[in-house]
């Protein structure tokens, strides 16, 4: 069971329906800078079967936001930060990772 902090993403790929969902994330043990890099597959996976924990972290608010696996209304499998309305830990709003 590892824990893991999402620090930046990468990939938005445009779906048919014209919206973007994540493919790659860059992730730390706790670090600001990306130390690999997880496809959402990857994500996915070891959320459901290995029980690790992914978050976010927001600066402005010193507060983590956990990591979720969802099925988004176009079918796609993806991943979700929880909504708890701190702009900064949303992984929709993470910066891209270069």
């Given at each position: 069971?590892?824990?893991?902090?999402?620090?930046?993403?990468?990939?938005?790929?445009?779906?048919?329906?014209?919206?973007?969902?994540?493919?790659?994330?860059?992730?730390?043990?706790?670090?600001?800078?990306p130390v690999s890099f997880e496809t959402v597959d990857v994500v996915r996976a070891n959320l459901l079967d290995n029980n690790d924990t992914y978050?976010?972290?927001?600066?402005?608010?010193?507060?983590?936001?956990?990591?979720?696996?969802?099925?988004?209304?176009?079918?796609?499998?993806?991943?979700?930060?929880?909504?708890?309305?701190?702009?900064?830990?949303?992984?929709?709003?993470?910066?891209?990772?270069?």
């Open positions: 069971m590892a824990v893991k902090r999402i620090v930046c993403v990468e990939n938005r790929a445009e779906t048919p329906e014209g919206h973007r969902h994540i493919v790659t994330v860059g992730v730390s043990f706790g670090g600001a800078e978050y976010t972290w927001s600066p402005s608010h010193d507060t983590v936001s956990l990591v979720d696996v969802v099925s988004c209304s176009c079918g796609a499998h993806t991943i979700r930060s929880k909504p708890d309305a701190v702009a900064d830990n949303d992984l929709n709003r993470m910066s891209d990772c270069h």
